[in-house]
């Protein structure tokens, strides 16, 4: 199975950035693979990239089975990434520590949960029908 690791990339630091993804592959990384969108850094150079950028995201989100969104603070490719997976159909777990969750994050999500702890408990749990959203 595989998970593709959304979330902010455009103004945010090395860490904000990488912290979240590299602890989540390392704790799951024996039994999935992942689409990782750090792997195509485009920071300062997203005019130059920008369809090599939607074409990487498109095809990670596209090959994943679990899509897995660091909502904190998203930005457009978060919610593209988001809208995208949802007409997919593809299990969306999001990561939203907010009790009032957007509107739209909500609605689009398969699940939300608090924190990586709880997210990687949800995926080792996913039940099978990504259209079973709550």
């Known amino acids: 199975m595989k998970i593709s690791l959304e979330g902010p990339i455009n103004k945010c630091s090395d860490a904000e950035c990488k912290n979240w ?14 689409h ?10 997203e005019k130059e990239m920008e369809q090599t950028l939607v074409n990487f995201d498109t095809f990670g989100i596209a090959s994943s089975d679990i899509i897995l969104v660091m909502a904190e603070k998203p930005g457009w490719g978060t919610a593209m990434a988001v809208q995208m ?27 939300i949960v608090f924190n990586i702890d709880e997210a990687i408990e949800k995926i080792f749990h ?9």
């Not at 990782?36 to 150079?45: F, S, T, V």
């Open 36 to 45: 990782n969108p750090m792997d195509l850094d485009c920071r300062g150079k």
């Open 85 to 111: 997976a949802w007409a997919m159909h593809k299990t969306i777990i999001s990561i939203c520590s907010s009790a009032f969750p957007n509107p739209w994050l909500k609605n689009r999500s398969t699940h």
């Open 21 to 34: 993804r590299n602890e989540v592959i390392k704790k799951l990384g024996d039994d999935f693979t992942f």
């Open 126 to 134: 996913v039940g099978k029908s990504p259209t079973d959203r709550e």
